[in-house]
Nanobody, 133 residues
Framework: QGQLTESGGGSVQAGGSLRLSCAAS????????MGWFRQSPGKERESVKD?????????????DYADSVKGRFTISRDFEKDTNYLEMNLLKPDASAMYYC?????????????????????WGQGSLVIVST
């Protein structure tokens, strides 16, 4: 079973930037898609399948972005380190949420963002992002 370890996150004022990292282990080396999902405050009881897919990247480097973050969020991937990075710019207060890294070896980038990790997928532990006014 694979594992995802997240780092980064924290607090920032509106308009600021934050960076999240997600390191994978135990997954087929560079043969999976990975990305970031968001769970807003008050929705902790929702299914993981209801997490909002923000941006994903597959093992070819193809990316898929939600309209809500296009132009402000950028995902990149270090294939040697099995790690992806999410740069979040121009953050708004409504971006305050738990951010989860997810990966799945059986899905393309756009599939992962819409469907979220499936039976063979994995989730990170979550990173709290707080954007203040």
């Amino acid at each position: 079973q694979g594992q995802l370890t997240e780092s980064g996150g924290g607090s920032v004022q509106a308009g600021g930037s934050l960076r999240l990292s997600c390191a994978a282990s135990g997954l087929p080396h560079n043969r999976y898609s990975m990305g970031w999902f968001r769970q807003s405050p008050g929705k902790e009881r929702e299914s993981v399948k209801d997490r909002e897919g923000l941006v994903t990247i597959d093992f070819r480097g193809n990316t898929d972005y939600a309209d809500s973050v296009k132009g402000r969020f950028t995902i990149s991937r270090d294939f040697e380190k099995d790690t992806n990075y999410l740069e979040m710019n121009l953050l708004k207060p409504d971006a305050s949420a738990m951010y989860y890294c997810g990966a799945d070896p059986g899905l393309e980038a756009f599939e992962l963002r819409i469907l979220t990790p499936g039976t063979h997928g994995v989730w990170g532990q979550g990173s709290l992002v707080i954007v203040s006014t």
